[in-house]
């Protein structure tokens, strides 16, 4: 059974850090690009950042990009996302996913196969 354990949300003044983690079980994490999304409040759940199998390649939303960096352990099955300037218009719930198409560092959320829980981040002005 596939599990992505979504943590590190919480609430921050706008100019501060986070860093999710999502913690990968059932499957050989090492063969999956992963991604984070996020869907704020009456919204799409929107693209935000994807690594690729061996935490090379990387995409970033234009939103987030030199603001956010995305990485993976592969020894500890484990994928990050490092949230730096955050600003009130990050704030949603985050989820991390799991695209066991190497390489294809996808934005589009339908090629995703597994999905973590998701955590609150909120951002306050």
Same mark, same amino acid.
Request: glycine share 10%.
């Given at each position: 059974?596939?599990?992505?354990?979504?943590?590190? &949300?919480?609430?921050? %003044? *706008?100019? +501060?850090?986070? /860093?999710?983690?999502? $913690? #990968?079980?059932?499957?050989?994490?090492?063969?999956?690009?992963? &991604?984070?999304?996020? %869907? *704020?409040? +009456?919204?799409? /759940?929107?693209?935000? $950042? #994807?690594?690729?199998?061996?935490?090379?390649?990387?995409?970033?939303?234009?939103?987030?990009?030199?603001?956010?960096?995305?990485?993976?352990?592969?020894?500890?099955?484990?994928?990050?996302?490092?949230?730096?300037?955050?600003?009130?218009?990050?704030?949603?719930?985050?989820?991390?996913?799991?695209?066991?198409?190497?390489?294809?560092?996808?934005?589009?959320?339908?090629?995703?196969?597994?999905?973590?829980?998701?955590?609150?981040?909120?951002?306050?002005?």
């Amino acid at each position: 059974q596939v599990q992505l354990v979504v943590s590190g &949300g919480g609430l921050v %003044q *706008a100019g +501060g850090s986070l /860093r999710l983690s999502c $913690a #990968a079980s059932g499957l050989t994490f090492s063969n999956y690009d992963m &991604g984070w999304y996020r %869907q *704020a409040s +009456g919204k799409y /759940r929107e693209f935000v $950042a #994807a690594v690729s199998w061996d935490g090379g390649p990387t995409i970033y939303a234009d939103s987030v990009k030199g603001r956010f960096t995305i990485a993976r352990d592969n020894d500890r099955n484990t994928a990050f996302l490092q949230m730096n300037s955050l600003k009130p218009e990050d704030t949603a719930v985050y989820y991390c996913a799991a695209d066991r198409s190497k390489l294809r560092l996808s934005p589009i959320r339908s090629n995703y196969d597994y999905w973590g829980q998701g955590t609150q981040v909120t951002v306050s002005s």
